[in-house]
């Protein structure tokens, strides 16, 4: 006798039972949807790339993360993030794509996460970028928040803060302040956040004097509010490179609130890095007002040069992604996901007898006519048993078809949460379905 494989799927994934599949794929056509209103258009990479590309910008943690491919002929892996084939999908169809070019990209991604709760190593991104051509608008930096405030107001997340900075502010700043390589100064200030002020000076003693670890702490104070950090950025006034970024700062502030995000839904926030060398001006976190805890749902931020490593083209950009795999579950360990867990089945027929089959099956062809979602009960047994099925699967209406409903050729409609019942003709009872 064989023996049986317990059936286990590996840590690190996500596998959900149809209801919360359902609501998972609710708010992934909620995000797809309000990315196509603002015209983005969609985009398809490969899973496997090669590891030149993948590789292109440097390895260090990432090729400690990364899915290799065993084949004896190729070099590939699995896609760590949505970016890297974006640049080379850029790059490579460069003379096809009109620029500005606006895409959006939903897709899973892998990386080698340790295993712990809410990290996957396989999960699911939802990115938007835009893309120019030598140079690109500020006002791009302003209208992806915008597409994300709509997504998350359709989700029922009114309370949104958007945290945005310019690094090119902080970066004039730290030049000010003698720090010409500020790369490990930001990644510290990055994990500020979560590992308080003091921590934060303690850190950046290692690399500047303490003065200057408490000048850096006291400077991205962000209890302040974005007046009081306009009033305040206006009087230091360092050096071109700081004005510059300050002048960013205010264009996409002024443009997010012409977009129609209300100012108190905006955080200038000069704490806020993303630690990457990547981004080179606006820098976004967005987080959920009275849900902090879940940490930032969305983040993303200006580049300088998307392709440099696979073109000659000069392609600045500016992105936003949503990590939808963790933020369902966080979803789920908060008590989210009920709300998103939309009728799949509007009404269930139930012929009693399987004399009346061929009278059900016409009756369903007629109402999936009238796009209504209905599906067909026909295993046998007892009225119970049929009935019973149709709570188990949460269907609200079940039509019953036996020998009262057959031979006058009327339809009874139960309401299986009421327990009302109504006998009605099939015009009556196509009008009633879709009006609950």
């Known amino acids: 006798m064989n023996d049986i494989v317990k059936p286990s799927t590996i840590a ?170 500020s790369t490990e100064t930001l990644r510290i200030i990055d994990k500020m956040a979560k590992i308080g002020k003091d921590k934060t000076i303690d850190l950046l003693k290692k690399e500047v004097s303490s003065d200057k670890a408490i000048e850096i702490v006291d400077f991205l104070d962000n209890n302040l509010s974005n007046t009081e950090v306009l009033e305040k950025l206006e009087k230091e006034k360092k050096n071109e490179l700081f004005l510059q970024g300050l002048e960013e700062l205010k264009t996409v502030y002024a443009y997010m609130k012409e977009f129609g995000i209300p100012d108190e839904n905006i955080k200038l926030d000069l704490s806020i890095t993303r630690g990457l060398d990547y981004y080179t001006s606006t820098v976004y976190e967005t987080f959920l007002n009275g849900y902090e805890s879940i940490g930032s749902v969305c983040s993303g931020g200006r580049y300088e040069d998307l392709a440099s490593k696979f073109s000659k083209q000069k392609l600045p950009g500016v992105g936003l992604s949503i990590g939808l795999t963790r933020l369902f579950y966080q979803f789920q360990e908060l008590g989210l996901v009920d709300k998103y867990k939309k009728d799949f089945t509007q009404v269930l027929v139930v012929p009693m007898d399987d004399s009346y089959n061929f009278y059900a099956i016409d009756l369903v062809n007629k109402l999936r006519e009238e796009a209504i979602r209905v599906d067909l009960y026909l295993e046998g047994g007892k009225s119970g048993k049929k009935l019973a099925y149709a709570d188990k699967i949460g269907v609200k209406n079940v039509i019953i078809i036996g020998e009262e409903e057959y031979k006058n050729k009327v339809l009874t409609l139960k309401n299986m949460e009421t327990g009302d019942q109504s006998t009605l003709g099939l015009d009556e009872l196509i009008e009633k379905i879709k009006q609950s």
Do not use: W
């Open 12 to 181: 690190g994934v996500m596998e959900l039972l149809p209801e919360d599949q359902l609501a998972f794929n609710y708010i992934k056509s909620v995000i797809e949807e309000t990315f196509k209103k603002y015209q983005f258009l969609p985009i398809d990479t490969p899973l496997i790339e090669k590891d030149e590309i993948l590789f292109a910008k440097g390895g260090g943690e990432t090729e400690k993360q990364i899915f290799k491919i065993e084949s004896e002929s190729k070099n590939m892996s699995l896609r760590f993030d949505l970016t890297v084939p974006l640049a080379r999908y850029v790059a490579e169809h460069f003379s096809f794509l009109n620029f500005p070019f606006k895409r959006y990209h939903i897709a899973k991604v892998y990386r080698g996460e340790r295993n712990q709760k809410g990290r996957y190593k396989e999960f699911y991104q939802c990115d938007i970028d835009i893309i120019g051509n030598n140079k690109l608008s500020i006002y791009n930096d302003a209208l992806l928040p915008r597409v994300i405030y709509e997504i998350f107001s359709k989700l029922d997340f009114k309370g949104l803060s958007f945290h945005i900075n310019n690094r090119k502010l902080l970066n004039g700043y730290f030049k000010s302040l003698g720090i010409e390589d």
